[in-house]
């Protein structure tokens, strides 16, 4: 199984800063990797896939880098509906697909 | 649009049974992998099971293997997943969710709101 461990578990951040969410598998999952917003009583968003790919209505402050194993999430300039839980998923070696525990973001 | 519609939410007694249903609309069903994903109160989230647009192919998390069914009837346009033989960590809000790629391993582009599953007694 791979294991996926995401940094920090809370990143307390003012709007308009700069925020860096890390992701990391316990091995090589390639680009293979996901990235989803998750507000309080709402079902997950999908941001980005095949590691760097903005989904569809995403906005351009919203990017994602990474291969192998260390995958990085940025918001360029957090407005305040940005405000909620990430998660990572590794989709190259399944089953079972995986999740990071995900990163709060947080208002400072 | 794409809406998927989750069913079933319920309080059931451990080693008791639940059927979740999804009833999917705004795309052609059949052609896609679809999957159940599950999140602890206060956790993450765990994935549970896919099926592949036929249902030809089904995949679990060794956590429910033998106790989880997943199914899905096509002419319908639902998902379906048989919980039986409940246990108390089961205990989460259960999403039912479309993978976007052809293959069963990918992400998920569309999300129900879930629905709440407590074994409790």
């Known amino acids: 199984e791979v294991v996926m461990t995401q940094s920090p578990a809370t990143l307390s951040v003012s709007p308009g800063e700069r925020a860096t969410l890390s992701c990391r598998a316990s091995?090589?999952?390639?680009?293979?990797l996901a990235w989803y917003q998750q507000k309080p009583g709402q079902a997950p968003r999908l941001l980005i896939y095949?590691?760097?790919t903005r989904a569809t209505a995403i906005p351009a402050r919203f990017s994602g880098s990474g291969s192998g194993t260390e995958f990085t999430l940025t918001i360029s300039s957090l407005q305040s509906e940005d405000f909620a839980v990430y998660y990572c998923?590794?989709?190259?070696?399944?089953?079972?697909?995986?999740f990071g525990g995900g990163t709060k973001v947080e208002i400072k | 649009e794409v809406q998927l519609v989750e069913s079933g939410r319920d309080l059931v007694q451990p080693g008791g049974s639940l059927r979740l249903s999804c009833a999917a609309s705004?795309?052609?069903?059949?052609?896609?992998?679809m999957t159940w994903v599950r999140q602890a109160p206060g956790k993450g989230l765990e994935w549970v099971a896919n099926?592949?647009?036929?249902?030809?192919?089904?995949y679990y998390v060794d956590s429910v293997k033998g106790r989880f069914t997943i199914s899905r009837d096509n002419a319908k346009n639902s998902l379906i997943l048989q919980m039986n033989s409940l246990r108390a960590e089961d205990t989460a809000v259960y999403f039912c969710a479309r993978v976007a790629t052809v293959k069963g391993g990918g992400w998920f582009d569309a999300w129900g709101q879930g629905a709440l599953v407590t074994v409790s007694s």
């Open positions: 095949n590691a760097s």
């Open positions: 998923q590794q989709y190259n070696n399944w089953p079972p697909l995986t």
């Open positions: 705004g795309f052609t069903f059949s052609n896609f992998w």
């Open positions: 099926i592949k647009g036929d249902g030809t192919e089904t």
């Open positions: 091995q090589s999952i390639t680009g293979n």
